[in-house]
């Protein structure tokens, strides 16, 4: 079983507080995260671009393994992963959606890298975690 972990420091109210959050690796050590930072595009993370920034990492890997085993040639996925959030949601702000765009090089027809594309998006560890709808746009070339 392989277990990674972010955590989260949270200091002071919602909307005059602010955090860090720092993952196992170190890659992000005491990054700040605020009301700002999630809700008014202020500079810092937030919630939803670390778990897009998953989703994207994952469906890349999972994809460029099923091109791999299909023998796609001169694979390459470029991937993002936008998320909503919904912050009007009665009760607490949503999490409505996470859309993938991508892009896919390979040697194989389009039909077959959309069909390995789609196999991805669902059977990413990432889109499996994610309770809202996963949609995707894909761009070949």
């Not at 993002?80 to 009007?88: A, G, V, Y």
């Not at 999490?95 to 389009?110: E, K, Y």
């Amino acid at each position: 079983m392989i277990r990674k972990s972010a955590s989260a420091n949270w200091d002071g109210g919602l909307k005059g507080g602010s955090g860090t959050i720092s993952t196992q690796s170190g890659v992000l050590k005491d990054a700040s995260y605020s009301f700002a930072t999630r809700f008014e595009d202020k500079v810092g993370t937030n919630p939803e671009e670390l778990v897009g920034a998953a989703h994207a990492a994952c469906f890349a890997m999972f994809l460029s393994a099923l091109m791999e085993g299909a023998d796609v040639a001169g694979g390459s996925v470029k991937a993002k992963s936008t998320i909503t959030l919904d912050p009007s949601t009665e009760g607490s702000p949503t999490v409505t959606a996470a859309h993938l765009d991508v892009t896919i090089m390979g040697d194989a027809p389009d039909a077959t890298l959309k069909e390995l594309a789609d196999t991805a998006k669902a059977g990413c560890p990432i889109s499996k975690l994610l309770k809202a709808e996963v949609t995707m746009t894909v761009t070949l070339g």
